[in-house]
């Protein structure tokens, strides 16, 4: 593609068109750059990641075009000329929507990663089923789709009931819509039953039946040793499984399948979903009113949706619980199915909470099981009435669970809008086709670089630190109350900085964690002191030992803070920093830095000394002396405000919290420091209640 650069193109941000002087737009082969010389601004939006493309009429400023991206960007710009903003709408709608598979980006060379994981490796069929301990006398791998012909959209694995014949599988497999057959998706052995899943029958009006597939069903109800009935769940609305029965399709016949229950569960169409997520942008956009904005969330319906596929997932994850095996359908199998399959997994088994197992989970449910991500994402043209945010409300759905677990869940929030992103890229080619068939006829494990590559290169940005497995619950109810669902912020707002939190959850984190070990190394140093005291060590002894030690830190201390932190016009004098240190206790590299024994507690007073050293003026006090703890007295407190610091004497125990400047600007308050009773003068040590 031949270059072609647009001068005197400005931005818009927030409403407002750029004054630059000197801006252009430059169309390049992959991505449109745009160039404010003044600023040294540049913006590279890339064509796959376009999802809609408009101009309108003349302005004030010029002529507008408006660009909408998949990742839910709005970038806005301003031609001078009419006829260079139609020739970039042009360029940009081409581009954006390639012909075939081969002409998006995956294919074209990409730069090598560093990375120790090859993604195409992770998730293997046999490997997986062994892990659930699938009872392999009970279960079989089925030949017939090795070449795609007992289904094409199914990947060439399958496992069926052990005692069927090859004709009864071919059977079952003709009397399903796309020959999509039932086949084991999840074992458990915990509660020896299975999720099974397929596509509707061809029943029809006449209610037609199929003796393969009846005892094919059957079948999956004779491994489940609770002997409870088979539950069959179709995730849609009744009225569209009607719907479809008037168009030869529709659901089961219950008198064809006596030992399994039929349900009909409220999940709407690709197409009310799409809808839905449009309308749901459009509370995003700046500038709304708050009332307009839980207006237009509301009137989206978009959190009704997603509460009502957690809903479908969590009853078939209780039937599952309850020792029953569950059947799951909705009119193909691709899309509500590939949903509640995965969902009612991940919170059955805490595997696919972890970074591996979440990504095994998408392999088995999503890509192996044939979703038309193709179609549903919009990658090339012709496919955008396909198209459908089925695997963004996963995402979401999967969000909303480790919000209710936080410590259930290796990866963060980050991981899921990596994934999102990654997808809409086209640089991968973990996603493109609509079925493992399409995928190998591309070629995509030896032409392009899959996506779990990626990430996995970048593994320590997705972490969750709260992590917890052996404290968080093995089963995840997920409780479907209103007050659990929001609109999800950072995915759809993610590039409005506006929005976004002023502080990371991470480094609030990290500043918790700091003052914590902060506080347990002056314990252990307060500890040390006292032990060697008790072994009669001389005071000044101490005293000489400790400051050998400071000597040796102090330096290392302040190279290292040199290091890490720039030197600026609006930065600290030591001197000021010193003080600071001192008066407020901030976290330092020296761990026993504003120790909390600058603050002298007696009978009657309460003091911060600023000036002389906590060290010093506690060991020049006597030898702590052991005896009994004096029991508590009054339950009066008395609250006695000072400096940076505040006691509260309840009863006649004394409690000393510090409410230090909080560099993080969390608004926390510091870890309170519990002292023993102080009816007599002691020194410090000795009024320390040491765990």
């Keep these: 593609m031949e270059t072609v650069t647009h001068r005197g ?21 992959s991505v449109m750059l745009y160039h404010e010389r003044d600023s040294a601004t540049e913006l590279w939006i890339e064509y796959m990641t376009i999802n809609s493309v408009f101009g309108s009429s003349k302005s004030d400023e010029g002529w507008p075009l408006t660009i909408f ?4 960007r709005r970038i806005e ?11 970039t709408i042009d360029l940009l709608k081409h581009h954006g929507l390639p012909d075939t598979v081969l002409q998006l980006d995956a294919f074209s060379p990409q730069a090598a990663l560093q990375s120790s994981v090859d993604g195409w490796t992770i998730y293997s069929v046999e490997r997986e089923f062994v892990r659930m301990k699938t009872p392999m006398e009970s279960w079989k791998l089925t030949q017939l789709n090795f070449d795609y012909k007992l ?10 009931p052990a005692v069927l014949p090859d004709d009864f599988i071919q059977g079952s497999a003709d009397f399903r819509s796309k020959n999509r057959l039932p086949a084991l998706s999840y074992w458990s052995k915990e509660f020896q039953s299975c999720i099974c899943r397929c596509a509707q029958p061809m029943s ?41 029965k008037a168009a030869g399709k529709g659901f089961e016949n219950a008198e064809g399948y006596p030992n399994a229950d039929l349900q009909f569960h409220g999940i709407q169409n690709i197409h009310v979903m799409r809808d839905s997520l449009e309308s749901l942008l459009e509370a995003c956009k700046p500038g709304l009113s708050v009332s307009k904005h839980l207006k237009l969330v509301a009137s989206s319906g978009w959190l009704g949706h997603v509460q009502t596929v957690l809903q479908t997932a969590n009853t078939i994850f209780n039937y599952v619980c309850e020792g029953r095996s569950v059947l799951v359908h909705c009119s193909d199998g691709w899309d509500r199915t590939a949903q509640t399959c995965a969902l009612a997994g991940m919170m059955l088994d805490p595997y696919y909470r972890t970074i591996e197992g979440y990504i095994v989970l998408i392999e088995k449910e999503w890509l192996s099981f044939g979703h038309k991500f193709l179609d549903r994402l919009g990658f ?57 068939a399409a995928r190998d006829e591309a070629q995509v494990a030896s032409k392009t670089v899959s996506v779990w590559t990626f990430l996995y290169a970048r593994l320590d940005e997705y972490r969750n630190e709260h992590f917890a497995p052996t404290i968080a619950p093995m089963l995840l109810q997920v409780d479907l109350r209103p007050q659990h669902f929001k609109l999800w912020r950072n995915m759809y707002c993610q590039w409005d900085l506006s929005m976004q939190p002023m502080q990371s959850i991470s480094a609030a984190s990290h500043h918790t964690a700091l003052r914590l070990e902060h506080e347990r190394l002056r314990l252990l140093r307060a500890k040390d002191i006292l032990a060697r005291l008790k072994d009669g060590e001389s005071i000044d002894a101490i005293k000489a030992s400790l400051a050998v030690a400071d000597d040796v830190e102090q330096p290392a201390a302040e ?26 206790g901030g976290v330092s590299d020296d761990p026993f830095a504003g120790d909390i024994a600058s603050i002298s507690l007696s009978t009657d007073q309460a003091t911060e000394s600023d000036t002389e050293d906590p060290l010093a003026t506690m060991l020049a006090q006597p030898a702590p002396e052991p005896g009994p703890k004096v029991p508590p007295q009054s339950q009066d407190t008395q609250e006695m405000q000072g400096g940076t610091g505040s006691t509260t004497t309840q009863g006649s125990r004394v409690v000393v919290s510090t409410t230090e400047i909080d560099p993080l600007g969390i608004g926390s308050q510091y870890p309170a420091f519990d002292y023993a009773p102080v009816s007599q003068p002691k020194t410090i040590l000795q009024q320390w209640v040491i765990s």
């Excluded at 289904?151 to 069926?160: D, N």
């Excluded at 009846?214 to 040793?225: A, G, H, Q, S, Y």
């Excluded at 290292?560 to 609006?570: M, T």
Aim: net charge negative; aromatic share 10%; proline share 5%.
């Design 9 to 29: 193109v400005r931005i818009v941000r927030n409403g407002v068109v750029s004054q630059a002087r000197d801006s252009f737009v430059k169309m390049m082969a």
């Design 69 to 72: 991206c998949k990742d839910f």
């Design 77 to 87: 710009f301003v031609f001078p000329e009419e006829e260079a903003c139609n020739a």
């Design 151 to 160: 289904c094409s959209s199914y990947g060439k694995k399958l496992f069926v």
């Design 204 to 244: 029809g009006v006449q209610s037609k039946r199929s003796e393969h597939d009846e005892k094919l069903v059957d079948e999956i109800f004779r491994l489940t040793p609770s002997g409870k009935k088979l539950i069959i769940v179709d995730t849609r609305p009744y009225m569209n499984a009607m719907a479809n």
């Design 380 to 436: 090339i043209s012709g496919s955008e009435k396909e198209t459908s945010p089925v695997f963004l409300q996963f995402l979401e759905c999967t969000w909303n669970l480790m919000r209710q677990y936080p410590r259930a869940f290796e990866f963060n929030e980050s991981f899921l809008i990596a994934i999102h992103d990654c997808i809409h890229s086209c640089k991968f080619g973990t996603f493109l086709g609509n079925s493992p």
């Design 559 to 584: 190279e290292r803070q040199r290091e890490e932190e720039p030197d600026s016009e609006g930065s600290p004098t030591q001197e000021e920093s010193d003080q600071t240190t001192q008066v407020v």
